[in-house]
């Protein structure tokens, strides 16, 4: 069956703009998290969200950083007012549920902002 | 407390030999340890995974070790080959967390020479 995709997959931006990232998790997964990769680091945390439930946004980095999902299937994370320290690869992961399910990743979007 | 320190940064091992890559982590909650491995261009893949309740998981070729008492795990590639030449994550969650959050180490880049 089809994966987690993410779009788009590389993002070039100029500073001051708005980005929107997409994520659409596999089917049936009621959990979705994004996390943010920067080159040679791991990877930091940033928003989940499980079913109905609210989102745990406890990883944003600022308030320039938000993220929804409809209908419990895709979501998007909107950076606001991008600045050149918000270049990363974002990456989505779902999962049947927390815990010790496994989380499966997408391929990632590669923002680049200039 | 949250941290998990992960060595070395990169390594280089002959086709045929050990790889090991090794985590160490603070957090006395922690009670699951994934290991991911990453492709360029592509996202995390769960490779393997331990709870604490023991101290050595094998499938295949890979190997996880993990010390309770001294708060380390790691990961052996027996037999290493070209095709495992990647970049290796290790993990830890705490499963009483609400959001069941990941805390990722930096990343190995494992490179095996034919």
């Known amino acids: 069956g089809a994966g987690v995709s993410q779009s788009p997959s590389n993002k070039v931006t100029e500073k001051g703009k708005d980005v929107e990232l997409r994520c659409d998790p596999i089917?049936?997964?009621?959990?979705l998290y994004w996390y943010r990769q920067s080159l040679g680091q791991g990877l930091e945390f940033l928003i989940y969200?499980?079913?109905?439930?609210?989102?745990?946004k406890s990883g944003l980095p600022s308030d320039r950083f938000s993220a929804e999902r409809t209908g419990g299937s895709v979501s998007t994370l909107t950076i606001q007012r991008t600045q050149q320290e918000d270049s990363a690869v974002y990456l989505c992961?779902?999962?049947f549920g927390g815990g010790t399910y496994e989380q499966y990743f997408g391929p990632g979007t590669r923002l680049t902002v200039t | 407390q949250q941290q998990v320190k992960q060595s070395p940064q990169s390594l280089i091992v002959q086709k045929g030999g050990i790889s090991i890559i090794n985590c160490a982590y603070e957090?006395?909650?922690?009670?699951?340890f994934p290991w991911y491995q990453q492709f360029p261009g592509k996202g995390p893949a769960l490779l393997i995974a331990?709870?604490?309740d023991v101290s050595e998981k094998k499938e295949g070729r890979f190997t996880i070790s993990f010390n309770k008492s001294a708060k380390q795990f790691s990961l052996h590639i027996m037999d290493s080959q070209p095709g495992d030449s990647a970049t290796y994550f290790c993990?830890?969650?705490?499963?009483?967390?609400?959001?069941?959050?990941?805390?990722w180490g930096a990343g190995t880049k494992l490179i095996i020479k034919p």
């Open positions: 957090n006395t909650a922690f009670d699951y």
């Open positions: 992961a779902s999962s």
């Open positions: 969200f499980q079913g109905n439930s609210a989102p745990d």
């Open positions: 331990i709870r604490p």
């Open positions: 993990a830890a969650s705490s499963l009483m967390d609400s959001n069941y959050q990941l805390i």
């Open positions: 089917s049936g997964h009621t959990a």
